[in-house]
């Protein structure tokens, strides 16, 4: 059964700060992986989606790598700003449906 | 263009109640997905529908069903409610390739069982 695990649960850092995010899985069958950011009470945003075969995918100040065969994805974010402020989840897709990692709540503060 | 979206926004509804969820795909695409977030648990896949089938559903009781419209739109319906089936209820929509595909998510029905 597949598990999505990620670390930090939670991180506060000043604003101007690179940031490393971490996501792992424990079935490297996997179809692609997304990253998603929520703000409170709010849906689901996609950052980016990596494909099985993809190793890394790049949006801004956003970079999302994939290792499958360690069951590890990083969510790089540059120069953080207060409106990174929000959880951010990683989700991987097997056959048919998207299974949630636990998410990590992210506080930048000015 | 215009998202998904998800109807109505709040609902609260008393134990033993039925309550009714809506969600309007994105244009073109086939599937749509329900997905629950309690408090605590994550989310957690519910269910699964294209081409107006289901093609899958999570380990939630039967009280949970729905189905999809010809025009791709779908209902979520939940019997019987339970204090624990408060939750916020996302719907996401995709034209589904092969996994190939994003899922697109809407703003979530919160609803709150009293």
């Known amino acids: 059964k597949q598990e999505v695990t990620q670390i930090p649960a939670a991180l506060s850092v000043p604003e101007g700060e690179n940031l490393v995010l971490n996501c792992s899985f424990t079935?490297?069958?996997?179809?692609?992986l997304q990253w998603f950011r929520q703000d409170p009470g709010k849906g689901l945003t996609s950052l980016l989606l990596?494909?099985?075969?993809?190793r890394e995918q790049t949006s801004g100040r956003l970079n999302a790598s994939l290792d499958k065969s360690s069951g590890r994805s990083t969510l790089y974010i540059a120069a953080s700003q207060p409106g990174d402020s929000a959880t951010y989840l990683c989700?991987?897709?097997?056959?048919?449906?998207?299974?949630f990692g636990t998410g990590t709540r992210l506080q930048v503060f000015p | 263009e215009a998202g998904v979206t998800q109807s109505p926004t709040h609902l609260i509804k008393t134990r033993g109640q039925q309550a009714t969820l809506r969600c309007s795909p994105i244009?073109?695409?086939?599937?749509v997905y329900w997905y629950q977030q309690a408090l605590g648990l994550g989310l957690q896949f519910l269910l699964w529908?294209?081409?107006?089938?289901?093609?899958n559903r999570g380990n939630f009781p039967p009280r949970f069903s729905g189905r999809q419209f010809p025009n791709y739109s779908s209902e979520l319906n939940v019997n019987a409610l339970e204090l624990e089936d408060s939750a916020l209820y996302l719907c996401?929509?995709?034209?589904?390739?092969?996994?190939?595909?994003?899922?697109?998510f809407g703003p979530g029905t919160r609803l709150t069982v009293l």
């Open positions: 989700a991987v897709r097997d056959t048919d449906k998207l299974i």
């Open positions: 996401a929509s995709t034209l589904w390739e092969r996994g190939a595909d994003t899922q697109y």
């Open positions: 529908y294209d081409e107006g089938e289901e093609r």
């Open positions: 244009s073109g695409h086939t599937s």
């Open positions: 079935d490297s069958a996997i179809y692609n």
């Open positions: 990596i494909q099985s075969s993809q």
